[in-house]
């Protein structure tokens, strides 16, 4: 029986990666995804790579640090359903520079993305999320907000307020019957890393420091997030889940 069956899920940055996994799973659980990339053609990429399964979803382009794209998807899917079940804030960049080195601009995208843009998601969404009267917001943030690797300090602040705002924001959507959990990962394999993990000295100091000695799958991520959005999570908000293959117990 599908977990998800007549379930609304959004999932931003859903256009590849992470994302991409998570928005397959649900729809096979029998979600209707609204996929929301600021790559308008990657989420159709996405959308066809659902059709194929033999599902339907919902291509949007939405930037998240944008609030009139935001604005817009809220309004597409108050319109249509009048609610959203899941909300899947997993739209995130990465920039890699040494700490003292890091620009204003790197900097202020860097926070737009990754911090802003769940803040806004997360906000926005909220009279959708209510009106599911079950509402699951998930963030992802990342191990990085636990642990220090160079030229990812200012990465790091980001991921570790997304899980501060994670829990704190699950005690006021608690009234509302809306649930707030955060996925951490370790080491994915997608295109945020395919470049350091490609690099043959990093690629093995990460695996000799993850026990499980392997690098994730987004459907690692996306098999995380279908515990967070179905009903086998009922009593759980405000929980950080590390999906790490061990990484932050081996610290
Ligand atoms: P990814 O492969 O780069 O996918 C991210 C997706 O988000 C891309 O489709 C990207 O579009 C989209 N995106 C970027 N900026 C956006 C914006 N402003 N609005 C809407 N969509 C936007 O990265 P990923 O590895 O799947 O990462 C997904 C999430 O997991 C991120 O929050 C990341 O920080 C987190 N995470 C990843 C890892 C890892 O090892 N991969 C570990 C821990 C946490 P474009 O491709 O067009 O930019």
Redesign the pocket.
């Known amino acids: 029986m599908a977990r998800l069956a007549g379930k609304i899920a959004v999932v ?8 991409r996994s998570v928005a397959q799973l649900f729809a096979a659980e029998g979600a209707h995804v609204y996929i ?4 308008g053609a ?1 989420a159709e990429a996405t959308v066809l790579a659902i059709s194929a399964q033999g599902q339907t979803a919902t291509a949007v382009a ?4 944008r609030g009139q794209d935001v604005t817009a998807l809220v309004r597409t899917l108050e319109t249509r359903h009048g609610k959203a079940d899941i909300v899947v804030n ?5 920039v890699r520079a040494e700490f003292r080195h890091l620009t204003d601009e790197e900097w202020s995208r860097l926070r737009d ?2 911090l802003d ?1 769940v803040v806004r998601i997360a906000r926005d969404t909220f009279p959708l999320l209510k009106a599911s009267g079950h509402g699951s917001l998930i963030n ?5 907000g636990h642990r220090g690797l160079r030229q990812l300090a200012a ?1 790091s602040a980001t ?1 570790g307020a997304v899980a501060a705002l994670t829990r704190a924001l699950s005690v006021e959507y608690a009234v509302f019957g809306i649930r707030v959990n955060t996925i ?10 395919r470049r350091i993990l490609k690099t043959p000295p990093i690629r093995k100091a990460l695996l000799e420091q993850t026990p499980l000695r392997r690098f ?1 799958t ?1 459907e690692d ?1 996306a098999r995380a997030a279908l515990f967070f959005a179905g009903e086998d999570s009922t009593f759980v908000t405000g929980s950080e889940l590390l999906v790490d293959g061990g990484m932050f117990a081996a610290l």
Request: aromatic share 4%.
């Open positions: 931003t940055g859903s256009g590849g990666g992470i994302g929301a990339d600021i790559d990657a939405c930037d998240v640090t997993n739209a995130g960049i990465n993305v990754n843009g992802i943030a990342s191990i990085m990465y991921k951490s990962p370790g080491f994915i394999e997608t295109a945020m890393t994730g987004g991520i």
